[in-house]
């Protein structure tokens, strides 16, 4: 899908606040509510908006650790790789999962209540895993930034 000048606009109001009305994204792009209306649908429809969520503050529902974790697998191939991505889709504690070049096959960002609920997860999601060599585990010590915006 080709995105003109109008849609950019559009999302990078939405990424910054999702509950605008169309009214006041319409003032800011110079077009009509209806027709911000109609280009928010199709983006929706198209796919080019994945989700539209709530982002929480990890502190304000309780505190939470974040631990990025370095993967290398047993073995390669489709197999083993596809089989990884799928159970770090299905691990709720993995908030991302990134399929990497280098020394590692996998980088995750991990969230846990406290280091042993982390431990309680290493060994459920990585020491009981076949498919898992090796893994590392950096304790992140303060959140700088956290966004999921894209720079349009």
Known sequence: MKLDDFDLSILRLLQKNVRLKSEVIAEQVGLSATACQRRIKRLREQGV???????????AVGGWVTLLVQVVLDRGGAHSVN???RQMRDAPEVQQCYYVTGEYDFVLVVLA???SEYDQLTQRVFFENALIRKFNTIVCMENVKTTLSLPL
């Open 49 to 59: 908006i994945d989700a539209e969520i709530a982002v929480l503050k990890p502190g």
């Open 83 to 85: 089989d990884f991505k």
């Open 113 to 115: 209540r406290d280091m």
